[in-house]
Structures are given as C-alpha cells and as structure tokens.
C-alpha cells in the first residue's frame, strides 16, 4: 500500500519462484533417498493432514484478522513517522540518493529487496511449500513448477493490486474451508492413484 506495485510485485513473484523451484528440486530428490512408494504414501498423508489442519483452522480459529490489524498498524505508525517531511524536498531527496547508488543498486531497491526477503522467509516451511515438495515427490516435476509459480503469480498479482478491497469483500473462512476442502480432495485423488 506504500510503495510502487511494480516493485513489491516483482520482489514477491521472485522469491515465490525461486521458492517453488527449490521446493519442486527437494521433491525431486525425495524418491532418491527414500522409495517411491513411501513418497507417494506420504504425499497422500500431508494432502489430509493440510486438509484437516485448514478446516480446523477455519472452524475454530479466530483467523488473520488480528495479526492483520497489527500489521497494518504498524505500517501507519512507520508511514507517519517518515512523512515528517515535506513532499518537495522528498522528491529532491529520492532523486538525490537514485543519482548517488551504485549501478546494480538501482535495478535492486531496497523496497523489492524487502519484498522478496519477507515472502521468501514467510513461506518458508509454510503449507503450499510442503504441499510442493510432496506433490514433486510424486508426479511430473516440471508440471509442478509450471503449475506453482501460475498460482502463486495468480494470487500475488490478485493481492498486490486489489488485496484491501479484496480482503474486505471475501470471508477469511470461506478460503479456509475451501483450500482444506482442496486439500481433501487432492489426498483422495492421490489415495486412489497407483503408486
């Protein structure tokens, strides 16, 4: 919301896709180190696992609505603490410092530095990821890059350009019920698949 969309867009769509390709290699690997059948068995358990995990969590858990509200507090007390200066000497300023950076610094902001490095360790260890690793482990892993990085581009693009209005309009529990009812889904499609 307070810096330029280009930038925190491509910042997380960067730190999306490198993480879905790293997810989508320790996948890969799995089968190696371990047999094939005990991958496909344990894709299949983390399908339920999420599943269940997602429902419980928007049955019984009281959602993202206070974590969000501290967020974005956060932001309007930094936001009011550096728009102490005026918007002129601003402007004179930031022309002043892009003049001043190295070359490499200015295809590299810090704004999609800080993008890039939040979502890439906020998705670290998180469901999707897990979920990315099982699903290498056990089927074609170009198609789960493909597929990854077009629904992470999918929702970052929807979350970057319209996520405010976006948030207020769609039920924290309806996506929770849906991604573990997806999750459920993809374990029994998994469950009956041959190994």
Do not use: Y
């Not at 496909?40 to 995990?53: A, K, V």
């Not at 022309?95 to 800080?114: E, G, N, V």
């Not at 260890?125 to 581009?153: C, H, M, R, Y």
């Amino acid at each position: 919301m307070r810096h330029p969309r280009r930038l925190v867009l491509t910042g997380c769509l960067a730190a999306l896709i490198v993480m879905t390709i790293l997810s989508v290699l320790v996948g890969w690997a799995a089968p190696n180190l371990i047999s094939r059948s005990w991958a496909h068995h344990i894709t299949t358990l983390l399908f339920f696992g999420f599943g269940l995990w997602s429902l419980k969590e928007a049955i019984f858990g009281e959602g993202e609505s206070e974590e969000l509200a501290e967020v974005e507090a956060e932001l309007d007390k930094d936001w009011k603490a550096k728009n102490g200066a005026t918007k002129d000497s601003k402007k004179v300023d930031d022309a002043t410092k892009k003049h001043k950076r190295p070359f490499l610094s200015q295809f590299f902001s810090p704004i999609l530095l800080q993008a890039f490095s939040i979502t890439f360790f906020g998705e670290w260890g998180d469901k999707s990821q897990l979920a990315t690793i099982g699903l290498a482990a056990d089927e074609n892993p170009f198609g789960v890059v493909l597929g990854g990085i077009l629904g992470q581009a999918l929702c970052t693009t929807a979350a970057v350009i319209g996520g405010k209005s976006l948030a207020s309009q769609i039920s924290e529990k309806v996506i929770g019920l849906s991604g573990g009812i997806l999750f459920i889904v993809f374990g029994i499609q998994s469950f009956l698949s041959p190994v």
